[in-house]
Nanobody, 124 residues
Framework: QVQLVESGGGLVQAGGSLRLSCTAS????????MGWFRQAPGKEREFAAA????????NYADSVKGRFTISRDNVKNTVYLQMNSLKPEDTAIYYC?????????????????WGQGTQVTVSS
């Protein structure tokens, strides 16, 4: 079993930055691709960013590409989402997730473990 705990959310002004962290329990973290998803009020949960098991590959939604950076530290069992140039439309609950294997994917159905979410609010 894998447990994921997000942190780092909060309130920030448009144009500001936040860094989200997700720490995983267990010893299989380094063997799993990781992703960040978000759910805005009244909208479906959507893909934001993903990273392969060793950090060799990343993938971003068009809406965040160039502004967000996903990274991981397998020694610390932690994945990060650095969010810069934040916009009000980035306001959402952000969830980290662990995939069933090493392959990078945008598909939420291929993620087996989910954190509880952390709220990000961007004011205009």
């Amino acid at each position: 079993q894998v447990q994921l705990v997000e942190s780092g959310g909060g309130l920030v002004q448009a144009g500001g930055s936040l860094r989200l962290s997700c720490t995983a329990s267990g010893r299989t973290f380094s063997s799993k691709a990781m992703g960040w998803f978000r759910q805005a009020p009244g909208k479906e949960r959507e893909f934001a960013a993903a990273i392969s098991y060793n950090g060799g590959s990343t993938n971003y939604a068009d809406s965040v590409k160039g502004r967000f950076t996903i990274s991981r530290d397998n020694v610390k069992n932690t994945v990060y989402l650095q969010m810069n140039s934040l916009k009000p439309e980035d306001t959402a609950i952000y969830y980290c997730a662990a995939a069933g294997g090493m392959a990078i994917t945008r598909n939420s159905g291929r993620y087996d473990y989910w954190g509880q979410g952390t709220q990000v609010t961007v004011s205009s």
